[in-house]
């Protein structure tokens, strides 16, 4: 990282650029997936009450978002990660995924999972997570494995 200072705050979706970023992060799944595979949770489901929703900040400057939601007692997803175009390869993503994984651990989970999809779109996100530790896997929660998306698992 190249000495930015970040602050990582948990966010209720209330303000206008956590909102556009979400907005980006929703049309960038849809027009990198085809019809029927976009799993994103929009607002109302990262509203949903076993959900956390975090964004990473330089100053007043939103660069990134990522939440977990709680399947059970033992089990998160990493939901709806996404850096802001305009503030690319300043670690956000990393440090959001790194604190996101913090919490998990703090909450007693033992495995985080995601599901994502394939082709160049998907290529930075699933750099990062493998750097991480995330290993392709089976499907879980209610997701049906496709010729298109993949699962990825972490145990804590």
């Given amino acids: 990282m190249s000495g930015v200072m970040l602050d990582i705050r948990e966010d209720d979706l209330a303000g206008e650029a956590?909102?556009?970023?979400l907005?980006?992060?929703?049309?960038g799944m849809q027009s990198s997936s085809p019809p029927g595979?976009?799993?994103a949770l929009d607002l109302s489901g990262l509203r949903s009450p076993?959900?956390?929703?975090?964004?990473s900040w330089e100053g007043e400057t939103l660069l990134a978002i990522g939440a977990l939601k709680q399947l059970?007692?033992?089990?998160?997803?990493?939901?709806s990660m996404r850096t802001h175009p305009d503030q690319l390869r300043k670690g956000a993503a990393?440090?959001?995924?790194?604190?996101?994984?913090?919490?998990a651990r703090s909450r007693g989970l033992r495995r985080l999972?995601?599901?994502?999809?394939?082709?160049?779109?998907?290529?930075?996100?699933?750099?990062?997570y493998r750097k991480r530790g995330f290993t392709n896997g089976e499907a879980f929660a209610d997701y049906e494995p496709s010729e298109f998306n993949q699962f990825l698992h972490l145990d804590l």
Avoid: C, M, Y
């Fill in 18 to 21: 956590t909102r556009a970023l």
């Fill in 23 to 27: 907005a980006i992060h929703l049309q």
């Fill in 37 to 39: 595979h976009v799993f």
């Fill in 50 to 55: 076993n959900v956390t929703v975090w964004t």
């Fill in 72 to 79: 059970d007692a033992t089990t998160g997803e990493v939901k």
């Fill in 94 to 103: 990393a440090a959001i995924l790194e604190h996101v994984i913090a919490i």
């Fill in 113 to 128: 999972s995601l599901e994502t999809g394939r082709g160049p779109a998907f290529e930075p996100a699933l750099a990062l």
